[in-house]
């Protein structure tokens, strides 16, 4: 249970978050920060669009607002540099469930195949020249006639 001071802070920062700015990226979104709050909850982004994604935040920012480094980007000697050779220029947007989602390969469409399956059981080639005949006939053992299919 909480103290009664806590209490009466909390009710005075219903619905405004305050604190720090640490930073903007390229796409104009700012970062927060307030070491007074909750654990893991103390970072904070303020989108620059409305229409907000979290795919449009920036690498260095992502691991920084996710607590996986210490440092924001313009404190990190390698962030300050800009952006790295395998890293694209912006933030691709998150396509999920729209006409532009990420499909892969189906090795089961019908188109690929051909049409429909079937499973058939295949005879032994010498069965079909004629020569599994000639030896069951010479009393050879180890060939057995298979009529079932699947």
């Known amino acids: 249970m909480s103290t009664v001071g806590r209490t009466l802070s909390n009710?005075?920062?219903?619905?405004?978050?305050h604190g720090r700015l640490i930073g903007q990226d390229r796409a104009g979104n700012k970062f927060f920060e307030n070491g007074e709050e909750l654990p893991l909850r103390?970072?904070?982004?303020?989108?620059?669009?409305?229409?907000?994604?979290?795919?449009?935040?920036?690498p260095g920012w992502h691991a920084w607002i996710s607590y996986s480094v210490d440092q924001p980007p313009t404190q990190d000697p390698l962030m300050v540099t800009g952006t790295r050779l395998f890293e694209k220029p912006h933030p691709q947007p998150n396509y999920t469930q729209t006409r532009g989602a990420f499909k892969t390969y189906s090795t089961t469409d019908l188109s690929v195949l051909g049409g429909c399956w079937t499973l058939t059981v295949m005879q032994d080639k010498a069965q079909v020249d004629g020569v599994g005949a000639r030896r069951r006939a010479?009393?050879?053992?180890?060939?057995?006639?298979?009529?079932?299919?699947l």
């Open 42 to 58: 103390t970072r904070w982004v303020e989108y620059a669009k409305h229409d907000y994604d979290a795919a449009q935040i920036e």
């Open 11 to 17: 009710l005075r920062k219903v619905g405004i978050k």
């Open 138 to 149: 010479a009393g050879i053992k180890g060939w057995t006639r298979r009529e079932e299919t």
